[in-house]
């Protein structure tokens, strides 16, 4: 069952008869045919930034001028455009590096706006039909979700998320930051355990990113070091690790390893 922000976004993309992907000037029309106006300058300590008007359903965005990687101006775009359609003149909203890895619905009501403005955005840009058209019947890797980022133009995390919905194969993404887990999601239909914020496991990749900065490729682990209440002995995940300089945060794939010797 879609959230309210993933049905707005699909109702956009039937009411203008997008299928396909979406270009940053499409997300700029569709901006201003809703009254949210679009403009391009700096902003010190922020990526985008919405201002509503007192006196009408009119608003201005803004979007920093110094991002030059395309699929993340696209995603703040999308995202900014998300909080005009979901949280019109409920407040102004300045959105930093940080808000655009907000995916946890479980949080203060400020941050879980900015949980639905990136989820309005992700649907907006990686529609179910468009996922499953990259990815399906494919190995689940590092990859794979590069790849769907760069094809519909949006974040990787963005694309990570996605996937938990829509992908083939079931697995968990955590996001971590500092050392510590900060949130976790996972396809409906795959559960081995709970994963509390908390510190990762000793020698997992991002544990050893964090330690010394080593980014290490692809792994194979015993699940029991993720999920250390897992009663079944002897499952094996792939690990691989996704390390986001700019934020100084990983994003960590697991799922069912099938095929270890």
């Given amino acids: 069952m879609r959230n309210r922000a993933a049905r707005v976004a699909n109702q956009i993309r039937k009411e203008f008869f997008i299928d396909g992907s979406i270009d940053l000037g499409e997300i700029e029309d569709l901006c201003a045919v809703r009254n949210a106006f679009v403009k391009y300058e700096q902003i010190d300590g922020a990526q985008g930034r919405i201002l509503f008007s007192r006196a009408s359903d009119k608003s201005m965005i803004t979007i920093d001028d110094c991002i030059d990687y395309l699929p993340k101006k696209k995603f703040v775009l999308a995202h900014e455009f998300g909080h005009h359609l979901l949280h019109k003149q409920l407040m102004n909203f300045v959105c930093q590096e ?125 699940a029991i070091d993720w999920f250390p209440k897992l009663e079944e002995d002897g499952l094996l995940l792939n690990e691989e690790s996704i390390y986001l300089d700019s934020y100084s945060s990983v994003i960590t794939l697991l799922w069912i390893c099938e095929d270890y010797d």
């Fill in 98 to 222: 940080y808000d655009f890895n907000k995916w946890n619905k479980k949080s203060s009501q400020t941050d879980y706006r900015e949980y639905e403005a990136n989820n309005f955005a992700a649907e907006l840009l990686m529609p179910k039909y468009l996922v499953r058209d990259i990815t399906s019947s494919k190995e689940l890797s590092v990859s794979l979700l590069e790849n769907l980022s760069e094809e519909l133009g949006s974040s990787i995390t963005s694309a990570c998320i996605q996937y938990t919905k829509y992908g083939d194969i079931p697995c968990y993404v955590v996001f971590s930051e500092e050392g510590q887990i900060q949130w976790v999601a996972s396809t409906d239909d795959f559960y081995l355990g709970y994963l509390e914020e908390d510190a990762l496991p000793i020698n997992s990749t991002p544990k050893v990113f964090f330690d010394n900065g080593e980014k290490r490729k692809k792994e194979v682990c015993d």
